[in-house]
């Protein structure tokens, strides 16, 4: 890929200052990691993307489970869901802004709308894929509702929910992105309108290098690593 890049920087189809160089952009990155610039970029990021996160699993977990157990529920409010998750991130920002102000609120507010309507969708699917033998086997049993769900219904349906907290944590991060456009405080968005603004492409390629690193990094590292762990378990894989 870099070779490509070098090859169309030389064959000059765009002027330096729209496309530079893999050297320039490797210039930018370690300048900007040199300094901590782009080091605390990351950092503020990435706690604006946790709470965020954290925010939309605990209640997507919730409401994907009232979902899938009360059917009224699914009726109105499911198929509300289903229509904010066709809804892009970035159209929130007007309302995050009237609501908020310019602040870290106002992109947590983005990051948790981007990633909820996945959870919610994810968690209400894995608790309805539920084998219905699986419970009848633990009526019979004596089980209580308790019991029977955080025994039979949450351990079945786990690789789901596994699913939808990867599914949860990409659309975080894009939405994330998303959310510092509006240029509060710092972090990777508000980096890249910098360079935006500025004509610095060098230092837009290099956030965008970073951002890119980073998603995949944390995708293969973490949740695919968790989710198969979790999937070999339960018999879904060898």
């Known amino acids: 890929m870099v070779i490509v890049w070098e090859v169309v920087y030389r064959l000059g189809f765009w002027p330096p200052f729209l496309l530079p160089s893999p050297y320039q952009v490797g210039q930018t990155l370690w300048y900007g990691i040199a300094d901590f610039s782009l080091v605390i970029a990351v950092l503020a990021s990435f706690q604006r993307l946790i709470i965020g996160y954290v925010l939309a699993v605990v209640l997507g977990t919730l409401l994907g489970v009232a979902l899938a157990k009360v059917r009224w529920l699914d009726d109105t409010v499911g198929f509300l869901i289903l229509s904010v998750q066709t809804v892009p991130s970035i159209v929130w920002l007007p309302l995050a802004l009237l609501w908020f102000g310019l602040n870290d609120k106002a992109v947590i507010f983005v990051v948790v709308i981007g990633a909820l309507c996945t959870m919610v969708i994810s968690v209400k699917a894995a608790i309805q894929g539920v084998s219905p033998l699986l419970i009848r086997v633990a009526r019979t049993l004596s089980y209580s509702n308790i019991r029977l769900f955080f025994k039979v219904i949450l351990p079945a349906g786990l690789p789901g929910i596994i699913t939808g907290l990867r599914l949860a944590w990409a659309f975080a991060w894009r939405s994330l992105m998303a959310g510092e456009l509006i240029g509060?405080?710092?972090?990777?968005?508000?980096?890249?309108?910098?360079?935006?603004?500025?004509?610095?492409?060098?230092?837009?390629?290099?956030?965008?290098?970073?951002?890119?690193?980073?998603?995949?990094?944390?995708?293969?590292?973490?949740?695919?690593?968790?989710?198969?762990?979790?999937?070999?378990?339960?018999?879904?894989?060898k």
């Not at 972090?187 to 610095?200: A, P, Y």
Request: charged residues 15%; aromatic residues 4%.
């Open 184 to 237: 509060s405080g710092s972090g990777l968005g508000q980096v890249l309108m910098t360079g935006r603004n500025l004509g610095d492409m060098s230092l837009v390629i290099a956030v965008m290098i970073i951002i890119s690193v980073l998603g995949s990094v944390i995708e293969l590292l973490l949740f695919q690593r968790i989710e198969t762990n979790v999937l070999k378990k339960w018999g879904h894989t």
